[in-house]
């Protein structure tokens, strides 16, 4: 009897360290954006289910449907603050307590990314959040009375990863910087511009002109935002005033990916083909990574690309880690939100009838060789 319970506790202990080393997967569905066209009928492609799953239209067979099944999955009404309290907010109290983690936001370029990641002042995003909650979290946990021998000092970095360069985005001249890891094997930039923040304002102050910093670059070399991967680093220090003057650091990224559209299918050409090429490899490897780590693989390849390595020590392993796949609903973005879903999902059915498309109608459609019941049914289905 006591082996077996020695056994249960190692699965336990297993099962603990396996479901950390995961990264939980989201998938979010922006809403339907109304084409140019008044009396275009809307052609959404996807359909929520329910808070785990979705449906989407089997493009090589139009009598099957296909279900796919998440960690989590927001429909197209979900506000930014159910994405926060329901994938990211249980994350932030590891930080105190030396712990890494990362959240990021993959998809293809205009399905919503930058919305969830960033928002708008009316609708603010993941990063906004997460960064005022930090705070407010060091500042109770500072008048604790058993941390009064303790510090916290929140500091930021922001880097863009363009063509597997890292870029300073704090500091524009630093155009290429190198990444290392130390004898504990924690993963650093040397170099990099550090900024310490003590309040929202100070996180504003620096966040916005950097943010400026790479929408110039964007236009200028033709919305290359889409094409790198915006790294957000808050790192959280809790320091002991007296002997033995310990430490602990927890870091938390917050990554804006670059589009995950395959540019050979849109038709990108020259630099730009070029561009993407390096873009998809390093997504390609996160990717990988994010597979071998949620099937539990020996190796993990996070040296294969600038990106991987850069969250090696904060993406798998003790990390906790959540990606949130933006997907849209129209029919313009059916192969790549296959794609971003073939990615995220944990599993996939083939379900034996056809995708149901709900039309909306401004004057009632008068099918007058119908009976009342079929009428009602040949409002939902088509
Ligand atoms: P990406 O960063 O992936 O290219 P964006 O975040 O820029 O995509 O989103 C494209 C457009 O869709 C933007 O105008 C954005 O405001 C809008 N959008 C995205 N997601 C939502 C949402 N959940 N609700 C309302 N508008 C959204
Ligand atoms: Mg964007």
Same mark, same amino acid.
């Given at each position: ?59 090589? &067979? ?52 930058t919305?969830?990641?960033l ?39 922001y880097v863009e990863i363009y063509?597997?360069?890292?870029m300073d985005l704090l500091?524009p001249? &630093? ?22 923040? &003590? ?8 966040f916005i002109p950097a943010s400026q910093n790479r929408t110039v670059a964007s236009t200028k070399l033709?919305d290359r935002s889409s094409r790198s991967h915006a790294v957000l ?23 804006d990916?670059a ?82 879903? &073939? ?40």
């Amino acid at each position: 009897e006591s082996v077996s319970m020695v056994k249960r506790a190692s699965m336990l202990d297993q099962h603990k360290k396996s479901s950390c080393a995961r990264v939980r997967v989201a998938v979010r569905l922006r809403p339907y954006m109304e084409e140019k066209e008044e009396d275009k009928v809307p052609t959404a492609c996807v359909r929520g289910l329910d808070s785990h799953s979705l449906e989407i239209v089997n493009w090589r &067979n139009q009598l099957e449907t296909m279900q796919y099944q998440f960690d989590a999955f927001y429909g197209d009404s979900a506000s930014q603050r159910e994405i926060y309290m329901g994938s990211v907010c249980h994350i932030l109290p590891h930080l105190l307590i030396g712990q890494n983690a990362s959240v990021f936001a993959y998809g293809p370029t205009g399905a919503g990314k930058t919305h969830t990641m960033l928002g708008n002042p009316d609708q603010p995003g993941v990063i906004p959040r997460a960064v005022r909650e930090l705070l407010q979290m060091t500042r109770m946990a500072a008048s604790a009375p058993e941390n009064e021998n303790w510090t916290y000092t929140i500091t930021m970095s922001y880097v863009e990863i363009y063509q597997e360069k890292v870029m300073d985005l704090l500091e524009p001249k &630093n155009k290429d910087l190198p990444i290392r890891e130390d004898k504990d094997h924690n993963i650093l930039i040397p170099g990099v511009t550090l900024k310490t923040i &003590n309040s929202f304002g100070d996180f504003d102050e620096h966040f916005i002109p950097a943010s400026q910093n790479r929408t110039v670059a964007s236009t200028k070399l033709n919305d290359r935002s889409s094409r790198s991967h915006a790294v957000l680093l808050i790192k959280v220090q809790k320091s002991q005033q007296v002997a033995p003057f310990r430490q602990l650091i927890g870091k938390l990224y917050l990554i804006d990916l670059a589009g995950s559209e395959d540019n050979r299918r849109t038709g990108n050409q020259g630099i730009r083909l070029k561009e993407s090429g390096a873009i998809n490899s390093s997504l390609f490897t996160l990717s990988k990574v994010v597979d071998a780590l949620n099937q539990g693989l020996p190796r993990i390849p996070y040296r294969d690309s600038k990106l991987t390595r850069l969250l090696q020590d904060s993406l798998g392993g003790s990390a906790h880690s959540v990606m949130i796949t933006n997907i849209a609903p129209e029919q313009t973005y059916y192969f790549d939100t296959l794609t971003a879903l &073939n990615f995220a999902a944990k599993s996939k059915q083939i379900i034996n009838k056809p995708f149901s498309r709900e039309t909306t109608q401004t004057v009632a459609a008068q099918p007058a060789m119908k009976r009342p019941r079929e009428e009602a049914e040949a409002t939902t289905s088509s």
